[in-house]
């Protein structure tokens, strides 16, 4: 054995001797040229060429290092290579490494591979105990496909565990995220966001402020103002599950659903979606905003549901309970549909419509819009048209069917078709001077604010004025009459009743 070998050999045998008994470890090394300086901190041998530490369960590797026995520390300089159990491979041009904290300062060209990371940054401390590297100047991770960028950050190598902090980016050949805090977990790719998040992309855009995102399967769970849009739907809600692939969602309270081609929101407090398929469903205080640009029509159901048909006609479909306002118009019924092809509201099984003062009913109603306003409505099937004159006194109007023309929102003129019959109150002024019942195949009305203005009769009418005293009971009320004043919606939050 050389000379220079020997004195390597009985060094690293004496140190690792006096070491037996203490609390902390003795770091333990071998190289090719050692020397000696007591001059330098109080003592440090330096170090030359193929210089290797070994400390627990961590080789370090350098061209040269100085090494201070009094406090167990070293200085390592060039081609720095860390090796933490086979699972953490850390690489830098400098390090400083304490053997009492068992803390390494690696800086400049660092390079830090895990199990399905590599890492790059100027600068990084790793607690080789409890196995935990952080930076605080911006560093760049490579996982798979996902490049990730912060400004800090801390790697649990025993979780293969990323927590990114301040100005996070993550980028992947889809899509583009930007988070505040995010935790990375490496063998399930799933990020975890704590706090704003961003995910940008070609195809639409997600934010929340919770929740977590799993990058290789594209499906997400979003919390606290979750916002996913797409070119055709807007959704946001308390918390939201979500699959970018397939448009397909899940959203939990408080959810909006906008659709903005239709001008139409979708509310409710539980919801499933597809956006790529232009579909939702909601139950739960489910409501559906038909916006215009004067006045909104607002409706509720137990159940909403909007489709895209195989001609790509847009479906709005509300079930069961069905009860909506307009400032000029409520009603209510069980079911109701509205289709953007002839854009008509058609109201089903035993609806009822309010306008002023006037209660419409009928089998089967249908509302026709135009530019987003009410423009007719068609009843058919025994449509009864009600204004209370007071208490005791009602005009009446029935007929097989009925249209009525709406112009600036206000009903204007009716025209009835098939078993016409009226009872009206004629009035001098304000007083009520008889009640005139009639009979005509058809007939028309005419309204002047809101209230019955004139009637004429056509084919075969049959007409009867009484004095008030002398009208028959049995005249002055109508087949089919029913007054459902009393459920009548009030405001936009009556609905709900």
């Not at 402020?209 to 499906?219: C, M, P």
Request: proline content about 2%; aromatic content about 14%.
């Amino acid at each position: 054995m050389t000379q220079k070998h020997s004195l390597v050999f009985l060094i690293s045998l004496y140190m690792a001797v006096s070491a037996t008994g203490q609390q902390t470890k003795q770091i333990e090394w071998q190289a090719a040229f050692v020397n000696y300086d007591a001059n330098i901190g109080q003592g440090a041998y330096r170090l030359i060429g193929d210089v290797r530490f070994d400390h627990e369960d961590v080789l370090m590797f350098c061209d040269s290092a100085y090494f201070y026995s009094k406090t167990n520390s070293l200085d390592a300089y060039h081609r720095i290579h860390i090796n933490k159990s086979d699972t953490v491979h850390v690489y830098g041009d400098f390090m400083h490494y304490d053997g009492n904290t068992r803390i390494a300062q690696i800086w400049q060209n660092v390079k830090m591979e895990g199990q399905n990371t590599i890492l790059y940054a100027p600068r990084v401390e790793y607690d080789l105990g409890s196995n935990i590297g952080y930076y605080t100047s911006y560093a760049d991770i490579e996982s798979g496909e996902n490049h990730l960028r912060s400004r800090r950050g801390y790697y649990y190598a025993n979780d293969e565990t990323y927590f990114f902090r301040d100005s996070v980016t993550l980028v992947n050949p889809d899509y583009t995220m930007y988070s505040d805090t995010l935790r990375y977990h490496i063998p399930t790719s799933i990020a975890y966001f704590l706090g704003p998040t961003e995910i940008i992309s070609d195809s639409g855009y997600i934010y929340c402020e919770n929740g977590w995102y799993n990058t290789d399967a594209n499906t997400s769970m979003l919390k606290e103002k979750a916002f996913v849009q797409n070119q055709n739907q807007l959704v946001t809600a308390d918390s939201m599950y979500y699959e970018r692939e397939t448009g397909y969602g899940e959203a939990y309270s408080n959810i909006d659903l906008f659709d903005e081609e239709q001008n139409v929101i979708l509310r409710g407090d539980r919801a499933s979606f597809n956006q790529k398929e232009d579909r939702a469903l909601l139950t739960d205080s489910a409501l559906f905003i038909f916006i215009t640009e004067e006045d909104s029509i607002y409706v509720h159901a137990d159940t909403l549901r909007a489709i895209t048909d195989s001609v790509g006609v847009r479906q709005f479909k509300a079930y069961y309970k069905v009860r909506f306002f307009k400032s000029n118009l409520q009603g209510k019924c069980d079911s109701l549909f509205y289709g953007t092809s002839d854009s008509i509201l058609r109201l089903y099984y035993e609806p009822v419509l309010w306008s002023g003062e006037n209660q419409l009913s009928a089998e089967y109603i249908e509302m026709r819009t135009k530019n987003k306003q009410v423009e007719q409505l068609y009843m058919d099937r025994v449509a009864v048209i009600i204004n209370q004159e007071d208490s005791t006194k009602f005009n009446q109007i029935r007929g097989r069917s009925m249209t009525c023309y709406f112009r600036g929102n206000d009903l204007y003129r009716i025209e009835a078709v098939g078993n016409g019959k009226t009872v009206y109150y004629a009035k001098d002024q304000d007083d009520v001077i008889g009640v005139n019942v009639a009979e005509s195949s058809d007939l028309t009305i005419w309204f002047k604010d809101n209230a019955i203005d004139d009637i004429r009769f056509y084919v075969n009418p049959v007409a009867t004025l009484y004095p008030l005293e002398l009208a028959p009971e049995e005249e002055l009320i109508l087949d089919d009459f029913s007054w459902y004043e009393s459920i009548r919606p009030r405001n936009k939050e009556d609905v709900f009743r």
